[in-house]
């Protein structure tokens, strides 16, 4: 039997831990995208597999900070939303340049992540509301969603080919 004041360990929190959903939001959230881009693009470019491993490095810690937290944190979120991004881009030029995989390829996988994932959150939680998003297995479905969305994303913005460029 616990005492009263015996600290139980930390199982699940307590209070949403994503924002509203407002114009801030999504001003926040293409910020983030647009800065998760150039930062993957700038640290793969100069530092090869040392970017990928600062990369790596913070998608880790700013999710082991995401998770940690009880309630929305605005500066826990952001971080590792941006990071979701950084990570999510890298992995996508890896697959695609390292790996060899296509852009159509990989975008056609990750969707079919993305649809089971939905899936799985439907099937478990009887929702998809971002309004439920308070538990561990949420957090970390929406992170699964984000980051292959931030994949898919890339198949959109990969550079235009040298040809075309030269035939405008």
Not at 86 to 102: E, K, N, R, W
Not at 103 to 132: D, K, P, Q, Y
């Amino acid at each position: 039997m616990l005492a009263d004041n015996h600290v139980r360990p930390r199982l699940e929190p307590l209070a949403a831990k994503v924002p509203e959903i407002t114009i801030g939001f999504w001003v926040l959230k293409l910020l983030t995208t647009a800065i998760g881009e150039a930062a993957s693009d700038y640290l793969l470019s100069t530092m090869s597999f040392v970017g990928f491993g600062i990369g790596v490095a913070g998608f880790v810690s700013t999710l082991w900070i995401q998770f940690r937290t009880r309630r929305y944190n605005a500066f826990a979120y952001s971080a590792a939303v941006m990071m979701v991004a950084v990570f999510g881009t890298m992995a996508a030029d890896v697959i695609h340049h390292q790996l060899g995989v296509s852009f159509t390829m990989s975008t056609l996988f990750c969707a079919l992540g993305v649809a089971a994932t939905f899936w799985a959150w439907h099937r478990i939680e009887n929702t998809l509301s971002v309004h439920s998003i308070a538990t561990r297995r949420l957090m970390t479905a929406l992170v699964v969603v984000n980051n292959v969305a931030v994949r898919n994303r890339r198949m959109v913005t990969k550079p235009v080919p040298a040809q075309l460029k030269s035939a405008a």
